[in-house]
């Protein structure tokens, strides 16, 4: 696993600590808007899929103008009106420094949309080690694999040199359709039974962990 010369993250859940924030935001968003406010389980459970097709998901039964008010909502909560912390999990910069150090292309294939990971790229400091990005507007969602096509097609990689890192079901199936390796992590959403029903090549617990992966380990003499 030392030989990938791409490596695609997914974002939340998986180099960012936001899964509460996205649960409470949404579940104020619905509150706010009069509507059925959902379980913790159930927003958990689209958290990478645009926007739009996760609110027909949560909301099946909105109006166009329900889910207008709910886009505005959730946006608002997540940037301003919700203060549950967000930050990037532990080891998340070194390890982007590390396989930066070690000339690998890095990208991100996120369920955000072009503006929300700008705004987390500048919070954190992080866009110089991205060589390429795709969001949820600018692409089909997850788990179609046209962000993950459109990815190699720019950064000139075959699927057999990328490996797609991420915390959900739909960011294994995504690597699946598009013929990428992936790896699950259990930081986020889902758990190692059910990221194993995508035949990763691996799972690991934390950002350390796959540091070890995709590295090759220095020995000291």
Same mark, same amino acid.
């Given at each position: ?15 960012? @600590? ?10 104020? =968003? ?7 406010? *959902? ?43 919700? @203060?549950?912390?967000? *930050? ?57 694999? %046209? ?13 057999? %040199? =990328? ?52 590295? *090759? ?5």
């Amino acid at each position: 696993m030392t030989m990938y010369k791409l490596v695609i993250f997914d974002w939340d859940g998986t180099l960012m @600590d936001s899964i509460a924030r996205i649960v409470s935001s949404m579940q104020a =968003a619905a509150d706010h808007c009069q509507l059925s406010i *959902p379980t913790a389980k159930c927003v958990k459970d689209i958290i990478g899929l645009s926007l739009p097709k996760a609110l027909d998901i949560l909301f099946p039964g909105a109006s166009q103008s329900q889910t207008t008010a709910l886009i505005e909502q959730y946006k608002f909560q997540y940037v301003e009106g919700d @203060d549950t912390p967000a *930050p990037l999990f532990e080891d998340a910069l070194s390890l982007l420094k590390a396989l930066n150090d070690n000339n690998r292309l890095l990208a991100v294939a996120t369920g955000k949309g072009r503006e929300g990971l700008q705004r987390v790229f500048s919070a954190t400091q992080t866009e110089h080690f991205f060589h390429a990005s795709r969001c949820a507007d600018e692409a089909l969602s997850k788990p179609d694999p %046209q962000m993950l096509l459109s990815l190699l097609a720019e950064l000139s990689v075959e699927p057999g %040199q =990328a490996v797609m890192i991420g915390d959900t079901n739909h960011d294994m199936q995504m690597a699946q359709a598009a013929g990428i390796d992936r790896i699950g992590i259990t930081l986020g959403v889902h758990d190692r039974e059910i990221l194993n029903g995508y035949q990763p090549v691996a799972i690991v617990d934390s950002l350390i962990e796959l540091q070890q992966l995709l590295l *090759p380990v220095v020995e000291h003499g």
